[in-house]
């Protein structure tokens, strides 16, 4: 019969910190070594933000699992940590460093886990001169069903993309149709077919997939790459059941599908999820100035005009590298541009946690600085070496 | 006597390092290019001597600071620049392309030898095909290129840079470019006055002359490697012009460029072989830039000298010489040795300090800016806590770490130099000495913390196994150094990669993305924490702790260059496919250090004899040495 404070005492073990460790570094350095083959986002998913690494055979259908993932190894350190940290406190000047770095380190990886779970990363594109009131999220895609019979107001639903992956027929109840999915391509490319068609497949009877064709392709691992999704849906009206036909969306196609029933009109593209924000951003100029005589650029930056009449806030800010602009819970980062500096590509940040590393970062320090200052000192005055903590 | 020699060697060192101080004696009738070299140009985004883009330039196309001719008489940086600029005809004749490829060299048709120096001219026949090659190369991933495609590739990039050179002060024909631009000058003038006069159009007479001389400069502004035209006091760097650009706003003979004229003359002088009047030439216009641009030639000038001084070079000696007496002292003659050892360390240092410093002081930033700097920087902090363990045991083993360390650190940098100027700008979002001070300079303190103690645990291996040098005292001593050294590199390598953390977030929107470098400096933190945590836990002892430590010399090195050969990632600075397999050696004999740690007590020489007293520790029912 195990007590309660022996229980303690196995999670607190000092041997299970040890192996925590020893598979974080093995996976660490796996992870990274995967990275050269799967790409960086990939082994982020797989490795380090699951539970287990799974693996199955390139022909099979089963998976098992073949390590632990980011996630199990780090929960069993969090509680291990926390169990540690109640089960040897005591209150000494000679414990006080290593119990700072511990603590430290529990809001690090508590902040990691809310990062994980709750942070959430867009873009906002502006042009000069435009101005935006939404970021987009290019990792979840969805399909928007925008109507457009009233000029005055659009009428969107959106379905996520996921919900497309799954296939099947979809039957939103703002719609007076049904939406079944023919073709779904995770990846893809798009051709034009020309007029010497040859054996090209037109993608859709409607729309402009009935001059491009489709293509699936396998899914991106490059760092300047990124998926084009793409599917082809058959709209058939509620009750009687004559299909309209089949239209084309994709990531890559800039201009909506049309779609006309009854007298209504309807908008379909497949987009990145938008976020909407109270508050509009107008970009007034992009500079990106290189080094004198070279290419090597110096600086990039956004001078975006806010404006917010909800809070009655309107002014001018300036965004640029290493130097972001924090409102409203979201952080607005100089990420990129248009290739002909015409406009600007700026990363928003929604993360709730986002100041626990900071805070663990100064706990940490001040532990280690005391821990060592103490060390140190024994150390040079040739004590014995440190004993177990 | 005795006492004494520890201070002779040091003197004698003393002595040789002030004696590069001095430029070199020249030959009766050559050029003295003392002035010429330290003229300040804008190349590669920032003001640097002529010295430097003739050093880097050399060293790109040659591998080497200076050229060797076919005669055997070896010529130095600036002096090559100077044929190259105003003499090119002769310049394309010295062998200044390397080129190590055996296909490369078939391809020319050449004799396949290890290595070969080709001239410019040696190689005009073949530019195309070598254009087109590279061209295919430049259109492959670095990593997938073939030995072939990667040599041509650095040919191609190495003949653009001459080219460039080449037309940086005037055209490649030139023959007396002082009368060329006055002639030139009058001719815009006389239009000028033409048209201000009422002309409707200028006269074929009068427009001939300044198209042909309008395509010349044109092409100069285009391909000028470095903008050589200052402007006047109190302009800033984005005043500088090429000779091109500057020439086409001329509008009479007085308004060319003072610049313009006086590299004009040195030319002229140099084409007429009159070394006086080129050094009288180059003088005036030193003094000329010196009083419109004090700062700006004060730090060329500065520049210049710390290449002459070559430090790097220098502290390269003087740790091997502090290393081989440290191992000494164990032999023979412990104290004088061991003095020696110090106090040559400590001029290493002095001068390696130097180095650093004066980097920082010509860049303006922190001290690690790159890949090269980060060595400089990694051997520096070695070796300052080296000393600092000398000072507190006196016994020799923390100066022939320290030793050892400086001087693989500098031969590592010395080859990451080789590749062109390790001064250069930093691209956007690297430009912040706020982070470039803290999360970098942090985080190369916790390597070099990481291989010093890896380099404390290689000697206790070697001593034991090999020598009876270790006894049982040193042997604790030694592992009390690594424990501390240890903790050191723990909270170096963890504070900065917090640090890092923090920089990310507030650049790219992210605390940790895992990206390759990241993870690298994760791998160093977790490792210390396992080094820490199985000490504690009495899961390993001393053996353990140092075959730990040597791992962690392998886990360090991974981080610091093996990421980056990955080619994926925010953080890949250049691939650096030459550097491979000097990694993997380095790993494979850690590797193999580690075995030798894990040699049973018996076989190591040091504690054969007294592997009766070990203590007997009880862990379960199987005695364990402490060792």
């Given at each position: 019969m195990t007590t309660p404070k022996q229980l303690l005492g196995s999670i607190a073990s000092l041997r299970l910190t040890v192996i925590c460790l020893a598979a974080a570094f093995v996976l660490v350095f796996a992870g990274t070594l995967a990275q050269?083959?799967?790409?960086?986002?990939?082994?982020?998913?797989?490795?380090?933000?699951?539970?287990?690494?799974?693996?199955?055979?390139?022909?099979?259908?089963?998976?098992?699992?073949?390590?632990?993932?980011?996630?199990?190894?780090?929960?069993?350190?969090?509680?291990?940590?926390?169990?540690?940290?109640?089960?040897?406190?005591?209150?000494?000047?000679?414990?006080?460093?290593?119990?700072?770095?511990?603590?430290?380190?529990?809001?690090?990886?508590?902040?990691?886990?809310?990062?994980?779970?709750?942070?959430?990363?867009?873009?906002?594109?502006?042009?000069?001169?435009?101005?935006?009131?939404?970021s987009e999220d290019s990792s979840r895609m969805e399909l928007a069903v925008t109507e457009i019979t009233d000029k005055e107001s659009d009428q969107i639903t959106a379905v996520p993309g996921d919900l497309l992956a799954e296939g099947g027929t979809l039957t939103p109840k703002s719609l007076p149709f049904q939406i079944v999915v023919r073709g779904f391509y995770r990846n893809s490319t798009l051709s034009m077919i020309g007029q010497d068609a040859g054996s090209a497949v037109p993608a859709a009877t409607q729309g402009a997939g009935t001059r491009i064709s489709v293509?699936?392709?396998?899914?991106?691992?490059?760092?300047?790459?990124?998926?084009?999704?793409?599917?082809?849906?058959?709209?058939?009206?509620?009750?009687?059941?004559?299909?309209?036909?089949?239209?084309?969306?994709?990531?890559?196609?800039?201009?909506?599908?049309?779609?006309?029933?009854?007298?209504r009109h309807w908008n379909l593209e497949l987009r990145p999820a938008r976020y909407y924000k109270p508050y509009r951003l107008m970009l007034e100029d992009f500079s990106h100035e290189t080094y004198p005589g070279t290419q090597i650029p110096k600086d990039f930056s956004s001078k975006v005009i806010l404006d917010d009449d909800v809070n009655n806030d309107h002014r001018q800010v300036v965004i640029y590298m290493n130097h972001p602009f924090r409102y409203l819970g979201d952080t607005y980062y100089q990420s990129g541009f248009e290739p002909d500096n015409s406009g600007t590509v700026l990363q928003v940040v929604r993360n709730p946690s986002y100041q626990a590393p900071y805070v663990a970062c100064v706990i940490v320090s001040l532990g280690m600085m005391f821990q060592f200052t103490f060390t140190l000192v024994g150390f040079a005055r040739r004590a014995k070496p440190a004993t177990a903590p | 006597?005795?006492?004494?020699?520890?201070?002779?060697?040091?003197?004698?060192?003393?002595?040789?390092?002030?004696?590069?101080?001095?430029?070199?004696?020249?030959?009766?009738?050559?050029?003295?290019?003392?002035?010429?070299?330290?003229?300040?140009?804008?190349?590669?985004?920032?003001?640097?001597?002529?010295?430097?883009?003739?050093?880097?330039?050399?060293?790109?196309?040659?591998?080497?600071?200076?050229?060797?001719?076919?005669?055997?008489?070896?010529?130095?940086?600036?002096?090559?620049?100077?044929?190259?600029?105003?003499?090119?005809?002769?310049?394309d004749g010295y062998p200044v392309?390397?080129?190590?490829?055996?296909?490369?060299?078939?391809?020319?048709?050449?004799?396949?030898?290890?290595?070969?120096?080709?001239?410019?001219?040696?190689?005009?026949?073949?530019?195309?095909?070598?254009?087109?090659?590279?061209?295919?190369?430049?259109?492959?991933?670095?990593?997938?290129?073939?030995?072939?495609?990667?040599?041509?590739?650095?040919?191609r990039n190495s003949l653009v840079l001459y080219q460039q050179l080449k037309g940086s002060i005037h055209p490649e024909n030139t023959k007396d470019f002082s009368k060329e631009i006055q002639s030139y000058a009058e001719a815009v003038a006389a239009a000028g006055t033409a048209l201000k006069q009422g002309a409707a159009t200028l006269t074929d007479d009068q427009r001939a002359p300044l198209a042909i001389a309008a395509a010349r400069y044109e092409s100069l502004a285009q391909f000028a490697h470095m903008l050589v035209v200052a402007p006047p006091a109190g302009g800033g760097v984005a005043a500088w012009l090429s000779t091109g650009t500057a020439l086409l706003r001329v509008e009479s003979p007085a308004s060319i460029p003072v610049s313009v004229s006086a590299y004009a003359r040195m030319g002229d002088a140099l084409r007429a072989g009159n070394p006086a009047s080129f050094a009288r030439e180059a003088d005036a216009y030193a003094d000329w830039i010196g009083k419109q641009h004090p700062e700006l030639a004060g730090r060329a000038g500065f520049e210049q000298r710390f290449n002459l001084s070559q430090p790097f070079y220098h502290s390269m000696v003087l740790y091997v010489g502090a290393f081989l007496l440290a191992c000494a002292s164990w032999l023979v003659c412990p104290k004088g040795l061991r003095k020696t050892a110090f106090l040559l360390l400590v001029l290493a240092l002095a001068v390696h300090s130097f180095g650093m410093f004066s980097r920082m002081y010509l860049q303006g930033r922190p001290p690690v800016t790159n890949l090269y700097s980060s060595a400089i920087f990694v051997g520096w902090g070695a070796v300052l806590l080296g000393l600092v363990l000398e000072r507190l045991f006196r016994d020799g083993i923390g100066a022939a770490c320290a030793g050892m360390v400086g001087f693989i650190t500098l031969v590592i940098a010395h080859h990451l130099g080789s590749n062109?100027?390790?001064?250069?700008?930093?691209?956007?979002?690297?430009?912040?000495?706020?982070?470039?001070?803290?999360?970098?300079?942090?985080?190369?303190?916790?390597?070099?913390?990481?291989?010093?103690?890896?380099?404390?645990?290689?000697?206790y291996v070697c001593l034991g196994v090999f020598t009876r040098l270790l006894t049982r005292e040193s042997a604790q001593t030694l592992t009390r150094m690594v424990y501390g050294i240890i903790c050191f590199a723990t909270l170096f390598s963890f504070v900065g990669t917090v640090l890092g953390g923090i920089w990310a977030d507030q650049s790219w929107g992210r605390f940790w993305g895992w990206d390759p470098k990241e993870n690298g400096a994760l791998l160093i933190v977790l490792w210390c924490a396992i080094i820490l945590h199985s000490r504690w836990r009495g899961l390993v002892r001393q053996r353990g702790l140092m075959a730990m430590a040597i791992c962690g010399n392998a886990i360090t090195s991974f981080s610091w260059f093996g990421v980056n050969m990955l080619g994926v990632g925010l953080h890949t600075y250049g691939f650096m496919d030459k550097a491979f397999p000097w990694l993997v050696a380095f790993v494979l004999a850690q590797g193999a250090l580690i075995l030798l740690s894990r040699l049973p007590v018996r076989y190591w020489r040091s504690f054969r004899l007294e592997a009766g007293h070990c203590d007997f520790v009880a862990t379960g029912d199987k005695p364990r040495c402490s060792l």
């Open positions: 050269v083959r799967l790409g960086l986002f990939f082994v982020q998913e797989q490795y380090f933000q699951s539970a287990f690494i799974w693996w199955s055979p390139t022909s099979g259908s089963f998976k098992i699992p073949v390590f632990p993932g980011g996630h199990l190894i780090g929960a069993v350190l969090l509680v291990n940590l926390i169990a540690s940290l109640i089960h040897r406190f005591t209150v000494s000047w000679r414990k006080l460093g290593i119990q700072l770095i511990h603590i430290g380190i529990i809001v690090l990886l508590a902040g990691g886990f809310a990062t994980d779970l709750f942070s959430v990363s867009s873009y906002m594109r502006i042009k000069e001169g435009a101005s935006k009131n939404y293509q699936s392709k396998p899914r991106a691992t490059k760092m300047d790459e990124r998926d084009v999704m793409s599917a082809v849906l058959e709209i058939i009206p509620e009750g009687k059941g004559d299909s309209l036909g089949t239209w084309l969306v994709s990531d890559v196609m800039a201009e909506a599908q049309e779609l006309h029933l009854n007298g | 006597m005795k006492r004494l020699a520890p201070y002779l060697v040091l003197l004698a060192a003393c002595l040789w390092i002030a004696a590069s101080w001095h430029a070199p004696k020249l030959k009766p009738d050559s050029f003295d290019v003392r002035s010429f070299s330290r003229l300040p140009v804008l190349a590669g985004g920032r003001i640097k001597p002529l010295d430097t883009v003739a050093r880097n330039s050399l060293l790109i196309m040659r591998g080497k600071q200076t050229l060797r001719l076919s005669n055997g008489e070896s010529l130095e940086a600036s002096r090559w620049l100077a044929d190259v600029l105003f003499q090119a005809s002769i310049a392309f390397a080129i190590a490829n055996q296909d490369v060299l078939g391809m020319f048709g050449l004799p396949q030898a290890n290595k070969r120096y080709c001239s410019y001219t040696e190689l005009q026949p073949y530019l195309t095909k070598i254009d087109e090659e590279g061209q295919r190369a430049a259109d492959t991933e670095a990593p997938k290129r073939t030995p072939f495609h990667t040599a041509i590739y650095n040919l062109g100027d390790t001064l250069e700008m930093m691209t956007a979002v690297l430009d912040s000495n706020l982070w470039l001070a803290t999360h970098v300079v942090v985080i190369t303190a916790g390597y070099s913390a990481m291989f010093l103690a890896g380099m404390l645990a290689v000697i």
